[in-house]
Every structure is written in C-alpha cells, then in structure tokens.
C-alpha cells in the first residue's frame, strides 16, 4: 500500500533535495589557506571559493546550468572552469580571479570541445588541457607567465582513441612542469589504458607502461620540485593497485599492500613527499589508510561508514589538509555530502569542517547479496519503508560504465521510501570494485549480464518478501536508464512498469550520432563498429526488444544531451506508440547531468517518476 503522496513544497522529500551539499572541494596545492568547493547551496550547482582557515564560502560563478568541475591553480589565484550552453558539455574553459570577477577565456580560438581534465603544474608555470571533439583527443598546453598571463594553447599530443586522465587528480602535471602524465588507449582500441608520459613542451613521449589487456593509469606526480616519480594504479592482479614509477629511468615499485583486499587507489601525496593517501575499496564498502613510502607502514583512518566522494566520478574523496588534518568528503544514506577532517595521527575524525544542509530524518540502506541466474553473487543497497512488506518497489541501476553505487545521499531514494516504495539499488556486472573479471564480463555482451543481475535482485526481492511481484519497477540514468528501457523488453512480464532518465537507447544509432568519446566507449564495450559487430550492437539495444515491451514507459530528457542525443529517444517513442503501446515522453532544455546540478529541476524530475508510478498502480492523485 503506497502512501499518501505530498508534492506540496513542505513535502519532506523535497526538503532533502533542497539541502545544500558539498559536491566536491579542493585547495591550492601551493596555498592551503585557499579552497574552491561546488555546492547546490544557490540551488543550482555553482564554485565557490573557500577561506580555508575560517570556512567560509564565497559564490564565484552564477554559470545558468550549473557546474561539476573547476581547478584551483597551485597559487590559489585563479579559478578555472568549463562554460557550456545549457548542459551540452561542448564550450570553451575560462578563469577568474579567486575573489571574483568577469570570466576569462582561456582558449578562444579552438573549437567548442568537451574535456578529460584540466590541471597546472605545482610551479605553476604550466597548464595542461585534455580536450576532445570530433578531432579526436588532443593535449594542450599553456605555459602560466609570472603575472599569471597564459601563451595560446598549443597542441603538444593527439590521438583518434581516447586519452584521459583523473578528472580531480591531484597531479598528472609534474611538479615543475615538465611532463604530464596520461592514459592512452592507442594500443589496445578498448578501456584498456597504457600509462604514457609526454614532454609538456615538445608533446615526445619519455616513458610508458603498457601490458596486454590490463590498465596501467596515472593518478599524481611527486609534489617536490624535481621529483619526477609518479604514482599510478595498474590491474594487473585483477584489482587496482598502486606503484610508484619513474618515466625516465623505467624504476617501478609496487606498494606493499597484500594485507588489503580490493582495489586500493592512490588518493594524494603528502606535502614532504614521505606518504600518500589511499582509498581501499571492496564489496562497494571504502576505507582510508596512510601509507609510509619509506618504511611501508600502512595506518587505518577512522571513516565513519558511508562513503567518500558525492559521486563515484567527482571529487578527491580525501586529501591532505593544512596541519596534522586529513579532509574527507563523505556521505551515508541520511545525511548529503559534507567535509570532515580526520587526524593525521590518530585518524580520529576530529570536526565537520563544511557541514551539509539540514534534512528531515530519512531510511538507512543496508548491504544485501544475492545469486543471479549463473551463481555469481551480487551486491545491493537495500531501504524499506515504515511497515510490513510486501511492498510495491523500485530497483534503481546506477549511470555509468564501470563505476558504481555506493552508500551515499540519494533524495531519490528516499522520495520513494516517504512514498511506500521498498528501495533497491544493483551494483550489477560491469560495475567497479568487485574485481576485473566482475567487472569485464559484461565486454562484448553489453547489457546481458547487467540485466540478468537485475532479474535476480528482483526475485531476492519477492522471495525475502519484501515486494509485491506485480508491482516493481525499473528505474535509472543515463547508462542506468539504458538499462531500464532494456530490461523492459527482454523480460516484459517481470515489470510493472520502466523510468529512465537521459537513457541510452539504440547502440546502433548512438554510434551514428555521437563522436569521441561516446564512440570510444561503444567500440571498447562491444568490440568494434556496428559495421563490425552487427550482432552484438542488435542484441546490446533497446530497440531490438520494443514489439516485446508491455509496461508503461516514462522517458525523462534534455534537448541540450549530447551523450544521449534526442534522435535515437524519437524513434524508440515512435515505435512504441505505433504498436499502441505507453509511453511518455518528456522533454526539458537540459543537458545530460542537468538534474543533478539544478535542485528545482531535479525535483521536477523526481515528481514526474512519483506520478506515474501512482497511475500505474492506480492510486489517487492529490
């Protein structure tokens, strides 16, 4: 039994969408005194600039569409962000002074590009850019004069496959400026990088690692001034681990680490140079450890469940602080993103050094396993409602490929709760942290295995009685909504009805209307060019399933997306309605991560889902 649906502006669910949360934070690498963070405190997803010392945060842009990324240069001086037009991910970077002012652009002659990182050197004599369009992928660099004043940008290194590196990396330009480290999928076609370094002026390469079918990527150089060794991670083992490395001379060492299970991945280096900062994580759960690279000693810091990070693809999740701190960005179910500091020495957490907003008392998630239909045991997050179940449910699929869903604030999932609905989401094959083989199953078969996954989180749910079978819907964005909309045709009969948000619809078309870096991941997933694999990319797509589709479909999406373009969502509407079958359709002027960046629509979004998922299920609208 659902309850009684609020949509008034006091709704508690609402609430917790409106509360401010810390994205992500970051301070000068040269300067601790100064910090930029992004908070939805305005509303919108905006940078703020932050007075380390007293905690203060100043509103620095007022970008219409909101932000998710932004550098602050080692000096703390400038502030570097990414202006697009509405959410479309395709413009140009600019920067401002840290105390505010007009908006710079630091590229004006290139083309409209979307991006893989921008970071300086800790000298700040450099800035590096990776930058990629239909080009392709391409490395700039801007030499940083001694009043800050930048050269045009020179093209230093440019592949037709995808280069990257870390978004938030601390370092990935070295410390005097000389090199810049990147993960390059030249050799294998695939999500397979090879650690390549290149000279920041002349774009040759100095060193690289690279093993057939394994990933070797760059996390940071060295902070001290001519100390070229870089740390990276390599999966080699079959789950991500950190070395030290130095281009020139070809020296490796792997940390010692063998008492850790999971991925373990370099967080940041300490100002001296003596320690790093190290994210273990396994089963989806993290820990935070100080590790001594002279004497190997490895020290546990006391993370207070939950996770670190707003999302798995944003922010630091943890770095070094002014003093004896370490600051944690960290989150569980019932409480936003905030940043907390943890001791250097007793790994205590010792205060909320950016707190969250207030928000009403919500469901704690819960960790629970299940088998799918090969024995493979699989990881969730469960909540359930106030009262006894069974209850009518939503099994939530993460976006993105190869990451996943951790502990976190979700006011979605919680709007569900409010509403009666059991809460599940499935970190299913494909996801990250459950070892390379979990992982990599899902290459060459997209969408199999995922969806198998989800079948079975669906019967764990019915026999631990806990949902209604005749009333679990699906739900998710992006790849998530891809999902979704795949989901409801392989197995029609399972579904009471299918959400998606910025879906992924027909591979096959996808490839014909996206360039760079959605082209890549297609190809590095299923192998090659729907010319190439035509069978993969027909069984991978929704739209092979839709004469099977019989549950209600809602579609929630941007005109502004460039990573699920509108064509492919037309003709996915068209064939449906054809057939006589539901479908809604609704569109926004939004770009692909537009609700996560603007509250009002966010919750707009969500509204939507509650509504339907009422008719559905035929209960009365307030």
Not at 143 to 159: A, F, H
Not at 482 to 509: D, F, N, R
């Amino acid at each position: 039994m659902l309850q009684t649906l609020r949509f008034d502006q006091d709704a508690p669910w609402k609430q917790r969408f409106r509360a401010a949360a810390i994205l992500w934070t970051q301070l000068a690498a040269a300067n601790k005194t100064r910090g930029i963070a992004a908070s939805t405190r305005s509303g919108v997803a905006q940078i703020y600039a932050w007075d380390v010392p007293t905690g203060s945060l100043r509103q620095v842009t007022q970008h219409e569409g909101g932000l998710y990324y932004a550098y602050l240069s080692a000096d703390g001086r400038s502030i570097y962000y990414h202006d697009d037009a509405q959410g479309n991910e395709m413009g140009h970077f600019v920067r401002v002074p840290f105390e505010g002012g007009a908006p710079e652009d630091i590229t004006p002659d290139l083309p409209p590009y979307a991006f893989f990182g921008l970071q300086g050197s800790r000298a700040n004599n450099l800035l590096a850019l990776i930058a990629f369009n239909e080009e392709g992928f391409m490395l700039y660099c801007m030499d940083i004069g001694p009043e800050g004043t930048l050269s045009p940008p020179r093209k230093v290194y440019q592949e037709p496959s995808m280069i990257r590196a870390a978004y938030f990396s601390p370092g990935f330009v070295s410390a005097n400026g000389a090199l810049v480290a990147l993960g390059s999928s030249k050799r294998s076609g695939s999500l397979d990088f090879s650690l390549l370094v290149v000279d920041a002026h002349t774009g040759q390469p100095i060193g690289e690692l690279w093993k057939e079918k394994q990933s070797l990527e760059p996390l940071a150089f060295s902070p001290l001034a001519g100390d070229e060794r870089l740390l990276g991670t390599s999966n080699e083992t079959g789950m991500k681990r950190p070395f030290l490395w130095h281009p020139r001379t070809t020296e490796r060492t792997q940390l010692a680490l063998s008492a850790l299970e999971g991925d373990v991945e370099p967080l940041d280096w300490s100002e001296d140079g003596r320690q790093t900062l190290l994210c273990q994580s396994w089963q989806a759960v993290q820990n935070l450890y100080l590790y001594d690279l002279e004497s190997a000693a490895l020290t546990p810091l006391h993370v207070p469940g939950g996770s670190l990070g707003y999302h798995d693809t944003l922010g630091r999740k943890a770095y070094f602080g002014p003093g004896d701190e370490v600051f944690a960005e960290w989150t569980d179910a019932t409480h936003p993103s905030q940043v907390i500091a943890l001791s250097h020495t007793t790994g205590a957490r010792t205060s909320t050094f950016l707190p969250s907003g207030e928000v009403p008392a919500g469901h704690p998630w819960r960790s629970v396993r299940f088998p799918s239909s090969d024995r493979q045991m699989v990881q969730g997050w469960l909540a359930v409602p106030d009262g006894h179940g069974p209850f009518p449910a939503i099994i939530e699929m993460h976006g993105g490929m190869a990451t996943l869903q951790r502990e976190r604030f979700v006011p979605a999932s919680q709007a569900w709760l409010d509403a009666g609905f059991a809460f599940l989401s499935v970190n299913f094959r494909g996801s990250s942290t459950f070892g390379r083989a979990f992982e990599r199953k899902v290459w060459g078969n997209l969408g199999y295995w995922e969806i198998e996954d989800v079948v079975a989180a669906r019967a764990f749910l019915i026999e631990e009685g806990i949902a209604n079978a005749s009333q679990v819907f699906l739900t998710g964005a992006s790849f998530g909504g891809y999902l979704t909309l795949l989901g409801i045709g392989k197995y029609p009969e399972l579904w009471a009805g299918g959400m998606a948000e910025a879906p992924v619809v027909g591979l096959e078309t996808l490839y014909e209307t996206t360039g760079g870096a959605m082209r890549s991941v297609q190809m590095s997933f299923l192998g090659g060019t729907p010319e190439e694999q035509p069978e993969r990319y027909k069984a991978s797509s929704a739209l092979t399933y839709i004469e099977q589709v019989r549950a209600p479909v809602l579609i929630l999406t941007g005109r502004n997306d460039t990573r699920s373009p509108a064509g492919p969502i037309e003709r996915y509407e068209q064939k449906l309605k054809e057939q006589g079958k539901a479908i809604e359709v609704v569109w926004f002027d939004a770009g692909h991560i537009s609700s996560a960046l603007q509250t009002e629509l966010g919750i707009t979004y969500q509204e939507h889902m509650l509504r339907f998922a009422a008719r559905v299920l035929g209960q009365p609208l307030p």
